[in-house]
């Protein structure tokens, strides 16, 4: 089942982005997709019919519905379980671009090129 899902989710992305959808992630068994506000309706039904088409062809003709949740700017989709986590990471963010980081450092060697392993071991290239 969970390779069939997977089938169908690889293949959906596929459909959604030759027929120029612009697909910003797959989340779990859903796509994140990105559309001007005056065709952002076409875009949710072409994606719709691209996951209907890779469910057709995956699972030998039977077509599976999908939901649609539709996020408008400046509200930003999020998933309850991944608040913490986006959380953590904007005040890391916030901390490295005030400069007041141990972090900034890495930030800066990484942009260097200076391989990771170096930085986390405290070792310099």
Same mark, same amino acid.
């Given at each position: 089942?969970?390779?069939?899902? #997977?089938? +169908? $989710?690889? =293949?959906?992305?596929?459909?959604?982005?030759?027929?120029?959808?612009? %697909?910003?992630? *797959?989340?779990?068994?859903?796509?994140?997709?990105?559309?001007?506000?005056?065709?952002?309706?076409?875009?949710?039904?072409?994606?719709?019919?691209?996951?209907?088409? #890779?469910? +057709? $062809?995956? =699972?030998?003709?039977?077509?599976?519905?999908?939901?649609?949740?539709? %996020?408008?700017? *400046?509200?930003?989709?999020?998933?309850?379980?991944?608040?913490?986590?986006?959380?953590?990471?904007?005040?890391?963010?916030?901390?490295?671009?005030?400069?007041?980081?141990?972090?900034?450092?890495?930030?800066?060697?990484?942009?260097?090129?200076?391989?990771?392993?170096?930085?986390?071991?405290?070792?310099?290239?």
């Amino acid at each position: 089942m969970q390779a069939n899902g #997977a089938e +169908r $989710l690889r =293949l959906a992305c596929c459909l959604a982005t030759e027929r120029g959808i612009e %697909v910003c992630a *797959p989340i779990h068994d859903a796509l994140l997709v990105h559309a001007p506000l005056d065709r952002l309706d076409d875009t949710v039904r072409a994606t719709q019919q691209a996951m209907a088409d #890779a469910s +057709r $062809l995956v =699972l030998s003709g039977f077509e599976l519905r999908t939901d649609v949740k539709v %996020v408008r700017h *400046p509200d930003r989709y999020m998933d309850k379980r991944g608040a913490k986590m986006w959380q953590t990471v904007c005040a890391l963010l916030a901390e490295l671009e005030a400069g007041g980081s141990t972090w900034a450092p890495v930030a800066q060697n990484l942009s260097t090129g200076a391989h990771p392993l170096n930085l986390i071991s405290g070792s310099h290239p």
